[in-house]
């Protein structure tokens, strides 16, 4: 698909804008929209013909109504939506001694706030939509949909069509490289408990890259990564972290869309001041 020389310029903006948000392990389609909610990361990021377009804040599923991973499509674009409050929802407003309600209209008490954008098979009831609680967002917060503020959420309903894919990943370490070579690792809170289902690949991954690439790794910085969780990038092989800038962007590493070699029992990593070993270390709660 060509894009029109208006959308080819708004790409190449944006895509310079939002090049330092760190991407998910996912395969992005080459061609048309794809839209990426990595929950840990509570954000939506865009993609036109595989070019990172944006990315906006997110509030996703609760502990106990997680947003299910998954490949979906976009399936329905509604303006001024009626919320069908669900049965289970119902039944929480009776337990909690509120009125119960089978339906919001339109307006500033509605929930979905301005606009719902259906994705997957209806009976799932999954979609983006608005809000009329922007300070939630972002967060761990909704009953399994994704909510964006009301300004976003219409900025998407404006962009998206129908048909668009929808991947839903669950990535609380996301590893990217800057166009200086250099290799940074991002580490989110584990939101639903998981326990990183991705850390039994980070050492392996590590060492081979830190192989192919000839630079020293610094273990140091990965532990405080994983134990301080702050969602922000950190650089693995920069001389100086502290200083570290992201160079040119960040660009998707791929280590969990690809076949991993075996992990060996035990095996180290020789980074700079440690050894990094495979097997996950204990760690505080998230």
Request: glycine share 8%.
């Amino acid at each position: 698909m060509t894009l029109k020389p208006s959308l080819a310029l708004f790409a190449l903006i944006s895509s310079t804008v939002w090049a330092s948000t760190p991407e998910p392990d996912v395969e992005i389609a080459p061609v048309g929209q794809h839209l990426v909610v990595n929950l840990p990361q509570t954000r939506v990021l865009l993609y036109q013909d595989g070019v990172l377009l944006r990315s906006y804040p997110v509030a996703v599923g609760k502990q106990i109504t997680r947003t299910p991973t998954g490949s979906y499509t976009i399936n329905g674009i509604h303006r001024a939506p009626t919320w069908h409050v669900p049965k289970s929802i119902q039944a929480e407003m009776a337990k909690k001694g509120q009125p119960v309600k089978t339906e919001v209209p339109p307006g500033p008490d509605n929930p979905l706030g301005k606009v719902f954008i259906r994705f997957g098979e209806p009976r799932l009831g999954l979609g983006f939509h608005g809000t009329n609680q922007p300070g939630s967002v972002p967060g761990v917060r909704s009953h399994g949909c994704v909510r964006l503020k009301n300004e976003n959420a219409l900025a998407l309903a404006d962009w998206v069509s129908n048909g668009a894919q929808v991947t839903i990943a669950y990535q609380p370490l996301v590893l990217n490289e800057d166009e200086a070579g250099e290799l940074w690792l991002t580490a989110y809170r584990d939101i639903y408990g998981m326990k990183d289902p991705s850390y039994r690949h980070l050492a392996n991954t590590l060492l081979e890259w830190q192989r192919d690439n000839a630079k020293v790794l610094h273990g140091a910085r990965v532990d405080a990564a994983i134990r301080e969780r702050t969602g922000k990038p950190v650089c693995l092989s920069c001389k100086d972290a502290a200083t570290a800038t992201v160079t040119g962007g960040l660009s998707m590493k791929r280590w969990l869309s690809v076949d991993p070699e075996p992990v060996q029992q035990d095996a180290t990593v020789p980074v700079q001041g440690r050894a990094l070993q495979s097997k996950a270390p204990a760690m505080s709660p998230s």
